[in-house]
C-alpha cells in the first residue's frame, strides 16, 4: 500500500529540511540580525521623547550638551542598524537561492519516483507537473528569503516597541492597545485565506502549464489539424481559472493592509485625547520615572506605539508572501513523503541470482482493472505462460490487453487478484529496480531524449546501460541494425536526434530503441508492436535486428 502523507501535517517548517548546518548557522544570523533592526525603531523612539523634554530646559547649554549626546547615539544606532539590514538581506537571500534548487531537486526525485496510479489520478496528467515545480520553487523561495526577514522585523518591530511602551508608560500603551487584537486577528484571517487561494492559484497555473506542455510537445500534430486556436483557448481557460484565485486574494492582501492601518489612526486619535489628559491632569504618575507625566513621556509611548502599529501594519504583502509558501509546502511536502505501493527507487526485495534467472512469465488467475476504471476489467483470472528463451506472441484487436500485460511484467500496476510469477516468484516480492534491470522494452512509438547535455545518439543508448563504454554501444548497434546508418551521421555517435527524436526517422529511431534496450543484456525482452509503425523497408530491417536480440531471451 502506498504511504499518502496528509498535506494538513506539514507546516512552514518543513521548508527548512533540506538547510545544512551552514545554511541554518546562516538563517540564524540572518534572524539575529534582523532582532538587531527590529530593535533599532523603538531605541530611536526612546531616544527621541529624551529630546522632546529637552526643548523645555531652561538652561540651553545643558539642554545642547544633552542634544549632542543623543546625535552620537542616532548615529551608533543607524551604523548598527544599516548593518544589520545588510548582513539580513544578504544571508536571508542566499539561504533562499539555496534552498531553491534543493527543493526543485526533491520534488522532481519525488514525482518520478511515483507508480503509474499516481500518475493516472493527476486530473491532467504528467503534463501539469512542468509548471508546477517551476511555479511552486518561486513560491517558496519568495516565502523563505527576503520576506520572511522582512515579515519577523515588522512583527519584532511591533512587540519590542510595545513592550518599551509599557515600560515606559503602561497607562498610555494601555489604552492604545486596545485596538490590537483587532488588528492581529485581522492579519491571522487574512494570511489563512492568502495560503488556501494561492494554493489553489498555483494548482491552476500548473494545470494551465499542462496544457502549454502538451501542445509544445507535440506542436506538428496540432499544426497538421488546425488546433492552435482549441489549444489556445484551452490555455487561456487554465490561466483564467487560476486569475480568478488571484481575484479572490486580492481584497484579502488590501484588507491586510487597510484594516491594520485604518485601526491605527484611530488608535492614535485616542492617544492624542488621553495623552493630553494625563499631562494637565497632575493626578497621573509616569509608572517608569515615577513623577508626573511629560510631554516628553506622552511623544515616546506615542511613537512606540505608532512605530510597532505601523509595522504590524505594513506587514500584510510579506505575511501574505510566507502564508503562500506555507500553502504550497503543504502540497510539495504531502508528493515529497509519499511511498508509493511500486516503489521505483526501491533496491528492498528479493534478487534471483544469475544463475538460476531464466526468465519464464506465468499470469495465474490475474484480474486487472485500471484505478480510474475498475469498473472495467482488463482481465479476469487470466491465465498465460511465456516459456524462458522462447517467443510468445500476443495477438488481438485494439484494446484487448497486450500492451497492459507488457505493463504488468513491468509491474507499473500491480494486479487485482491472482499472481505473476517469474521463475516461480511473485513478482510483488521481487525488487521493482532489479526487476526492470533484467528486462528490455521496445515500443510502438520509441521515445528519444533530445534534452541532456547534448540529446545525443550516445546519451539515448546509454539510459539502458548508464556506465555502458562506446564499445558495448557500437556492438549493441551493429546487433540493432542501427551502426551502419548512425557512422554515416556527420556526427556519427555524437548526432542529436532532436526533441523527440525528431531529426530521425521511424525506423531510425526504433533500431536505437532496440540497441538501448539490450545493451542491458536482459532475460526478457518485451515488444509492444514494435513494428507496427514502420514502413515496409524499415520493418525488414528492424525484424532483423529482433530476430538477433530476441535469441536465447523470453521475448
Known amino acids: 500500500m502506498a504511504v499518502e502523507p496528509s498535506a494538513d501535517d506539514y507546516g512552514f517548517v518543513s521548508l527548512f529540511r533540506y538547510a545544512s548546518m551552514s545554511d541554518k548557522l546562516g538563517i540564524g544570523v540572518a534572524t539575529a540580525s534582523t532582532l538587531a533592526v527590529a530593535a533599532g525603531m523603538p531605541a530611536i523612539n526612546i531616544i527621541f521623547g529624551g529630546m522632546a523634554d529637552e526643548v523645555y530646559t531652561p538652561n540651553a547649554k545643558e539642554a545642547g550638551a544633552q542634544f549632542q549626546a543623543y546625535s552620537v547615539w542616532f548615529a551608533l544606532i543607524g551604523g548598527g542598524v544599516g548593518f544589520a539590514a545588510f548582513v539580513q538581506m544578504a544571508l536571508s537571500s542566499i539561504f533562499a537561492e539555496q534552498q531553491a534548487p534543493k ?20 486530473e491532467h496528467g504528467a503534463m501539469e507537473l512542468p509548471g508546477s515545480i517551476a511555479a511552486d ?8 528569503g527576503f520576506k520572511l526577514q522582512q515579515a519577523m522585523q515588522m512583527l519584532l518591530t511591533f512587540v519590542c516597541s510595545f513592550v518599551a511602551a509599557y515600560i515606559w508608560g503602561w497607562q498610555l500603551a494601555a489604552v492604545m492597545t486596545a485596538a490590537v487584537p483587532l488588528m492581529a486577528g485581522t492579519m491571522a484571517w487574512t494570511m489563512k485565506i492568502m495560503s ?10 500548473s494545470t494551465a502549464g499542462g496544457f502549454a506542455a502538451e501542445t509544445l510537445s507535440n506542436l506538428r500534430t496540432v499544426v497538421a489539424f488546425g488546433g492552435q486556436a482549441q489549444r489556445a483557448k484551452l490555455y487561456h481557460d487554465g490561466v483564467m481559472a487560476a486569475r480568478e484565485s488571484g481575484l479572490k486574494r486580492a481584497p484579502f492582501t488590501s484588507l491586510g493592509s487597510a484594516v491594520p492601518m485604518s485601526v491605527m489612526f484611530g488608535m492614535f486619535a485616542l492617544a492624542v485625547w488621553f495623552g493630553a489628559i494625563l499631562v494637565t491632569d497632575g493626578d497621573y504618575v509616569n509608572s517608569f520615572s515615577g513623577e508626573s507625566w511629560t510631554a516628553g513621556d506622552v511623544l515616546r509611548v506615542f511613537f512606540l506605539m505608532f512605530i510597532g502599529g505601523m509595522m504590524l501594519g505594513q506587514g500584510g504583502v ?3 508572501a510566507v502564508g503562500a509558501a506555507n500553502g504550497v509546502a503543504k502540497r510539495v511536502m504531502a508528493t515529497i513523503d509519499r511511498v508509493p505501493a511500486i516503489d521505483s527507487y526501491s533496491d528492498k526485495g528479493l534478487k534471483i541470482a544469475p ?10 488467475k490475474v484480474t486487472f482493472a485500471y484505478p480510474k476504471r475498475t469498473d472495467q476489467p482488463v482481465f479476469r483470472s487470466l491465465n498465460l505462460v511465456c516459456e ?10 485494439s484494446g484487448a490487453g497486450k500492451s497492459t500485460i507488457i505493463a504488468l511484467v513491468e509491474r507499473f500496476y500491480d494486479v487485482d487478484s491472482g499472481v505473476i510469477l517469474v521463475d516461480g516468484t511473485d513478482i510483488r516480492d521481487l525488487s521493482p529496480m532489479w526487476l526492470r534491470s533484467q528486462m528490455g522494452l521496445v515500443s510502438q512509438e520509441p521515445v528519444l531524449f533530445g534534452t541532456g547535455t547534448r540529446g545525443s545518439i550516445l546519451e539515448n543508448i546509454k539510459y539502458g546501460k548508464p556506465d555502458a563504454t562506446l564499445e558495448e554501444v557500437e556492438q549493441a548497434c551493429r546487433e540493432s541494425n542501427a551502426d551502419e546508418f548512425i557512422k554515416n551521421l556527420p556526427n556519427k555517435y555524437d548526432t542529436g536526434v532532436g526533441e523527440g527524436g525528431v531529426q530521425l526517422s521511424g525506423g531510425q529511431k526504433q533500431r536505437i530503441a532496440i540497441a538501448r534496450a539490450i545493451i542491458r543484456n536482459p532475460k526478457i525482452m ?4 514494435a513494428t507496427s509503425a514502420l514502413d515496409t523497408a524499415n520493418e525488414v530491417l528492424v525484424k532483423e535486428a529482433l530476430d538477433r536480440v530476441m535469441l536465447s531471451r523470453t521475448t
Open 196 to 205: 488556501s487561494e494561492t494554493e489553489n492559484e498555483a494548482q491552476r497555473y
Open 355 to 364: 544463475a538460476d534467472f531464466h526468465g519464464r512469465i506465468v499470469f495465474d
Open 526 to 529: 518485451l515488444l509492444d508492436e
Open 388 to 397: 524462458a528463451g522462447k517467443r510468445t506472441a500476443l495477438v488481438g484487436g
Open 137 to 144: 520553487a518561486i513560491v517558496i523561495k519568495d516565502g523563505i
Open 103 to 122: 527543493l526543485r531537486s526533491a520534488y522532481l526525485r519525488a514525482i518520478l519516483r511515483q507508480d503509474s496510479a499516481w500518475y493516472d489520478s493527476l
Open 318 to 320: 510579506n505575511f501574505a
